[in-house]
């Protein structure tokens, strides 16, 4: 494990330098430790140093906390 954050009104912010060819698992957890969604990220096809922002966006519905969508956006710098 690298990191844990706690969600403040649904958000939060991770600043994590990350390694080149690197495989990270990103897992969301409730307060009751129930894994709501669980994948992968990697570095393998990019320089991490060129990586400028990455924001992960996730909707869940309140009924019975299952994943509804999902978005992943990147920024990159040449």
């Known amino acids: 494990m690298i990191t844990t954050k706690t969600l403040s009104n649904g958000r939060t912010n991770v600043y994590e330098p990350l390694g ?3 495989m990270y ?8 430790n129930t894994q709501l969604v669980k994948f ?3 570095t393998a096809m990019i320089n991490p140093g060129n990586l ?3 924001e992960i ?5 309140k009924a019975d906390n ?13």
């Not at 966006?57 to 519905?61: A, E, K, M, S, T």
């Not at 299952?66 to 040449?78: G, N």
Request: glycine share 0%.
């Open 66 to 78: 299952s994943l509804k969508s999902a978005v992943i956006k990147v920024s990159m710098a040449f």
């Open 52 to 54: 400028q922002r990455a």
């Open 25 to 32: 698992n990103i897992t969301l957890l409730t307060s009751t």
């Open 20 to 22: 080149a060819s690197t």
């Open 40 to 42: 992968p990220i990697t």
């Open 57 to 61: 966006d996730l909707v869940f519905r």
